[in-house]
Structure formats: C-alpha cells, structure tokens
C-alpha cells in the first residue's frame, strides 16, 4: 500500500466572499423592490448583530481550550 502525503489545495475565500457578496445583493435588491429599504435596513441589522455573536461565541470558544 502507497503512503501518498496530501496535496495543498487551492484557497477559495475570496471566491466565496465574492459570491456571498453578490447573493445579498441580489437579496437586498429584491427585499427593496417588493417592500422598500426599511425591511433591508432591518435585515441588514439582524445580520450584522448575529455576526457579532457569532464571532463572540468563536473568541469564548477558542479562550476554554487556550487555557488547557
């Protein structure tokens, strides 16, 4: 049996960024032309307060095994 070390992959985050840019964008647009900017301003919020607690939850996470 052959012992085959993994080959690096390619980084594909900017990609993604890219495309998670572009899918709320056309969301935004969407949410806009169907019931105007407030729900886009409220989506916009929502958004932004989970990603701060998510990053949150992420910091806790990695402080509970930096102390072991």
């Known amino acids: 049996m052959e ?8 980084d594909y ?6 495309l998670i840019f572009v ?6 647009v969407l949410l806009w032309s169907w019931w105007g900017l407030g729900p886009v301003l409220i989506v916009a919020v929502l958004l932004n ?7 949150l939850a992420r ?8 102390r072991f």
Do not use: G, K
Request: hydrophobic share 35%; aromatic share 8%; charged share 25%.
């Open 3 to 10: 012992n085959r070390h993994p080959q690096p992959v390619e």
């Open 13 to 18: 985050t900017s990609a993604n960024m890219v």
């Open 23 to 28: 899918n709320l964008l056309w969301v935004f």
């Open 49 to 55: 307060h989970l990603i701060t607690r998510l990053e």
């Open 59 to 66: 910091r806790r996470h990695e402080q509970r095994f930096d």
